[in-house]
């Protein structure tokens, strides 16, 4: 990521870049594409960002006329220069391998500390979970039929990723119980006597 723009930046500009929007635009799309599940966007930090961005000269505010009656809603759009940031940050990230810092990777390295029938519980919570949000994108993706490949790539990582977890999870899960089942017999002679 271009170090001159958060990924919430980036996130709010290329919206932006893709169609001028209000504040209350921005969330639903935010909200319609499962945005929210890979970055750090609540709704009250629209409007800190739509800030800094216009401060920084990478978005202004666009006169759109009005639809009816009521009160009129900002419409921002990108400058210039914010559609050449916008360009740079996300060819960055498309680009460059980042670190993720996923809390199962701190509790795994302290797995020992864990019983293993609370473990086995935490898995299994983990497995149902994973289930759950994937049937969670998928519901947002197919709800979407005519969206842009783009935003259909974005489903369709987040679903890859959750496809790759569930399938180390099981790996693991089985690892585990195998590790921990009660040891065979030793083996015995066709003859029932003595080991082999």
């Known amino acids: 990521m271009a170090a001159d723009l958060t990924p919430a930046e980036l996130t709010l500009l290329g919206l932006l870049v893709e169609k001028p929007r209000h504040g209350y635009e921005l969330d639903e799309v935010i909200s319609a594409r499962g945005m929210r599940e890979w970055t750090e966007i609540g709704f009250s ?3 800190y960002l739509l800030t800094r961005l216009r401060d920084r ?33 996300a060819e960055a990230a498309v680009a460059e391998l980042r670190p993720v810092f996923p809390p199962l990777l701190v509790g795994l ?14 898995l299994d919570r983990r497995a149902a979970a994973l289930a759950e ?3 969670a994108v998928r519901a ?3 709800a979407q039929p005519d ?11 987040a679903l890859g990723q959750l496809a790759a977890e569930q399938q180390w999870l099981a790996d693991y899960r089985a690892a585990e119980a195998e590790d921990h089942s009660p040891p065979s017999p030793p083996a015995r002679k066709a003859d029932g006597n003595d080991p082999l």
């Open 45 to 47: 930090s629209i409007y």
């Open 57 to 89: 000269g990478l978005i202004t505010e666009i006169d759109v006329p009005r639809a009816g009656p009521g009160k009129a809603r900002r419409v921002y759009g990108p400058t210039p220069e914010g559609r050449r940031a916008c360009a740079r940050a």
């Open 109 to 122: 390295a302290n797995q020992p500390v864990i019983a293993p029938e609370r473990l086995r519980a935490a």
């Open 133 to 135: 949000k994937a049937a």
């Open 140 to 142: 947002a993706r197919d």
């Open 147 to 157: 969206v842009p490949g783009f935003v259909r790539a974005t489903f369709d990582y």
